[in-house]
């Protein structure tokens, strides 16, 4: 094929998961890269579990994490459908042309009789393979059969041999084909298994290379198997490493977040998750972990994918959006950060005061979420002490009653004015250092850590310093 065409293809059967949106980037940066086209299948033949709402949320979080495509359900293309409940027609008219070859047959057995005859091979020490049973039934063993109401599945056949397949992860990957079943490719109800609808899917959207998780690998010779026995192009294989949790086991639910809404409603940056997830198993030849998108487009090449499972490392997740969070437009990260302040009860009809507090406490701050109780620090609402020894030793007591002393008929309150309020203090009482600034930062914030105090005091205003400070000389009990 001259034209590079991957594919993306999620059930809408829940929330995209952090890995298959990493699945997801590399289809896209592969795409770009080369100056082909990405498409956007949706596998929903799982009735029961797929819902047009699951669909949608997938959508919206490709579209969030910067993931566009050139063909899919909403934009149409030359080789549509592209849900998959929409081509059940197309699967059972290529299943019929491998039963009139010969190369696939019904098959009439029950799963209990499966399971038996599975049991008994055990027993012999055999594989508990499909035992081609119904691939020699006569005509009147089919009769029977339909007399009883039984429905036939459809399965292909396979013979034994080597079934190999070019992966650009793996190289040249080998399976004996003794080892693999003779397997359904068309239930009773004439819905088509994975394997079926995906090869044909592939073949007929002219899909060149299928990048999809490790986890696939053993799906991979059946369908290279169905491929030559339609005589379609086989494409090229690229198996991406699993993502593991800190813990070096497979990612799942107990690690915590694992899908992308979850990062989304916690305000990481979309730049940030893309950054993230394009580096789980890739890196840049610069060695640099900080890359543009359009860096990423440029560099990418999968001669740069590891061969082993990437672990999904939130502490640097959270530094990479802290990054992301202090080097883009603060006009841009307060328009994210407004909805996370509106919910948490802030008043934010006067933009440039907010922005002047998001400015501020910005440094301090991983995701958006946390946004709110930085910014609370500065509106002087209810706080809570990180360290009342602190507050309420002799030496705190003694500086606070002296700045109030110091601000008593101060008319402007800035940065400036605080310093030099500071410096009198401590000449004054002769307490300086950590034992000066300390006791002020904690009475004023509630913190022994956050943004620049100066900062925080001209955005608090006099009153509210005062106020604070006047708390502070309250003594417990």
């Known amino acids: 094929m001259s034209e590079v065409r991957v594919r993306f293809a999620p059930s809408p059967t829940g929330y995209l998961h952090v ?13 770009r890269h080369s100056g082909g086209k990405m ?9 029961e579990r797929s819902t047009v709402e699951f669909e949608q949320t997938l959508l919206q979080d490709l579209a969030w994490l910067g993931v566009d495509w050139d063909e899919g359900p909403d934009k149409g293309g030359n080789f549509g459908p592209y849900r998959q409940s929409e081509r059940l027609g197309i699967y059972q008219k290529y299943a019929h042309q491998l039963l009139e070859t010969g190369k696939a047959f019904h098959c009439y057995c029950t799963k209990e009789e499966i399971e038996a005859r599975g049991k008994a091979a055990l027993a012999r020490r055999e594989d508990p393979h499909y035992d081609g049973h119904c691939y020699y039934l006569t ?16 399965r292909f056949r396979v013979h034994p041999g080597e079934i ?88 799942s639910k107990r690690h915590g977040d694992n899908q992308v809404r979850d990062y ?47 672990i999904f490392n939130s502490e640097k997740l959270d530094w990479m959006n802290g990054w992301y969070l202090r080097n883009s437009d603060i006009d841009y990260i307060l328009d994210l950060g407004l909805p996370f302040l509106k919910k948490s009860g802030f008043d934010i ?41 602190i507050v309420f030793n002799e030496g705190s007591q003694k500086v606070f009653i002296r700045f109030l002393s110091e601000i008593e008929n101060i008319s402007q309150w800035d940065k400036d004015a605080f310093l030099q309020v500071v410096k009198t203090v401590q000449k004054e009482t002769g307490i300086k250092g950590r034992f000066l600034w300390m006791p002020i930062r904690i009475a004023l914030t509630g913190k022994e850590h956050g943004p620049e105090l100066p900062v925080i005091v001209e955005l608090l205003g006099l009153e509210n310093c005062r106020k604070l400070i006047k708390k502070a000389l309250k003594k417990q009990g």
């Open 19 to 31: 890995g298959n949106a990493r699945t997801a980037i590399l289809n896209w940066l592969f795409a």
């Open 164 to 251: 190999s397949f070019s992966d650009l992860v793996r190289k040249n990957v080998q399976f004996d084909g003794s080892h693999i079943s003779d397997f359904v490719i068309l239930r009773s109800d004439s819905t088509a298994t994975y394997n079926f609808a995906v090869v044909i899917d592939d073949a007929l959207m002219k899909i060149s290379h299928v990048i999809r998780g490790e986890d696939h690998l053993s799906n991979t010779p059946k369908q290279v198997l169905l491929f030559k026995a339609f005589g379609f192009d086989v494409p090229v294989f690229v198996h991406i490493p699993m993502i593991l949790g800190e813990d070096r086991a497979k990612l």
């Open 264 to 310: 989304r409603e916690k305000g990481y940056l979309p730049e940030a998750m893309f950054n993230f997830l394009s580096l789980l198993g890739w890196s840049s030849p610069s060695g640099e972990e900080l890359l543009s998108r359009q860096r990423f487009i440029e560099e990418f090449d999968f001669s740069r994918l590891s061969k082993s499972a990437a």
């Open 139 to 154: 005509e009147e063993h089919v009769e029977q059969y339909k007399k009883e109401g039984r429905k036939p599945v459809i």
């Open 39 to 47: 498409i956007l299948r949706i596998e929903d033949t799982d009735a």
């Open 349 to 389: 009809s006067d933009r440039e005061a907010i922005k002047k507090c998001v400015r501020a406490v910005i440094e301090r701050i991983d995701r958006l979420e946390q946004l709110p109780d930085w910014c609370r620090l500065i509106y002087a609402g209810e706080i809570k002490y990180d360290n009342e020894e």
